[in-house]
């Protein structure tokens, strides 16, 4: 049986979690951009692999490491992993991207693709927290 401290706990961590949700919900939501203006960032172990423009047309990215092997697709403004060779390839689950911050992740291939908007200005995380 649930005692009163007991649900509201369970209410305290909703709130919280939907308010965390809420707020990088708006954050997206409030980056104004152009379809086109969009890349999608591609880093391997870390370290920069490729930036693509993420258009309309149709592109193949063929991305063969010692850590794997990934093929990704960009189409309509967005882009998606078609292949991997992981022994679990959820990212294949991940599906398509087209919006600013969104991710795909393959850790066995060590490998994250990030949707950025470039013309953005000063992102959140980039700002400067004291002077001295």
Not at 14 to 39: C, F, S, T
Not at 42 to 47: F, Q, R, V, Y
Not at 108 to 132: F, G, H, T, W
Request: hydrophobic share 45%; with cysteine; net charge negative.
């Amino acid at each position: 049986m649930m005692k009163r401290g007991d649900f509201i706990l369970i209410v305290l961590v909703l709130l919280l979690a939907g308010g965390i949700y809420g707020v990088k919900w708006l954050d997206v939501r409030g980056e104004h951009y152009e379809q086109g203006d969009l890349q999608a960032v591609i880093t391997i172990n870390g370290k920069a692999y490729q930036t693509v423009t993420l258009t309309k047309e149709e592109q193949t990215i063929d991305i063969q490491t010692k850590f794997g092997h990934n093929i990704l697709k960009v189409y309509d403004y967005g882009i998606q992993m078609t292949y991997s060779d992981a022994p679990l390839p959820i990212a294949l689950d991940m599906g398509f991207i087209s919006r600013p911050k969104q991710q795909i992740i393959c850790i066995p291939a060590r490998l994250m693709v990030e949707v950025v908007n470039p013309d953005a200005s000063i992102d959140n995380d980039e700002e400067l927290d004291a002077v001295i």
